[in-house]
């Protein structure tokens, strides 16, 4: 069993707050889409729920099996899927997975690692350096290295930027994996098909000041 709680989360830049009070409480299961215009806050809430952004309020809980998770220990439960995540571009994408493995201490199983790349549909590219890559094709790299660990959190951020039919067949075959294992995913869109199969939904905008009024809002 496992939950993902905000509680009275809230942002600020400098001077300038972005939201506040979010409240929510996430178990096994749950697809939440985060919406909202652009520049209203959906990829720094979710930075935060990473564990990659402190917030300026509020706290983040992550429980599994009853047992709270410590924040600096997030990392290694919660996959992140985002367009500003790099990769090494000069190593192949076996390459990178291995050096991910080592990095958090895993297994370099390189079974595991053709596993994950089959899943992603990048099998035949394995050797290649990743520098040879399309900008799909780099998106698939990073539900790789999302799913690599075995999450039980799953974060994606705009996550079928820049995919084909068959990328986007891989991220809702994605979704509804982690949904049938008893998973939490959080998707931070504005794409109805990216959304399309979320069980709750946060716009982001219905917590910023009263005085901010986004385009398009």
């Known amino acids: 069993m496992i939950t ?17 009070g979010i ?20 990829s720094t809430l979710l930075k935060i729920l990473a564990g990659v952004l402190q917030s300026t ?7 599994i099996s009853e047992k709270t998770i410590p924040r600096e220990r997030h990392s290694l439960h919660v996959g992140l ?15 990178n997975l291995t050096f991910i493995a080592k990095a958090r201490s895993m297994s370099e199983d390189a079974g595991r690692i053709e596993e994950i790349i089959s899943k992603v549909g990048l099998i ?43 990328g986007r067949d891989i991220y809702e075959t994605m979704v509804a994996n982690a949904q049938k ?12 098909d990216d959304i399309a199969l979320a069980n709750r939904s946060l716009c982001i905008e219905d917590y910023a000041p009263s005085s901010i009024k986004f385009a398009g809002a």
């Open 181 to 192: 294992d008893g998973h939490v995913v959080v998707i931070a869109s504005n794409t109805k």
């Open 57 to 63: 309020n509020g706290e983040i809980l992550l429980t």
């Open 81 to 95: 899927v985002a367009p500003y995540m790099n990769v090494y571009e000069d190593l192949t994408l076996r390459e």
């Open 124 to 166: 035949d590219h394995i050797d290649r350096p990743v520098r040879n890559y399309s900008t799909g094709m780099l998106q698939r790299v990073r539900f790789a290295v999302a799913l690599f660990h075995a999450p039980q959190v799953l974060l994606l951020d705009e996550p079928t930027l820049g995919l084909d039919l068959g």
């Open 23 to 42: 409240w929510l409480e996430l178990n096994a299961g749950t697809i939440l889409a985060i919406t909202g215009v652009n520049g209203s806050g959906k």
């Open 4 to 20: 993902l709680g905000a509680r009275g989360i809230g942002h600020k830049y400098g001077y300038r707050r972005i939201f506040s």
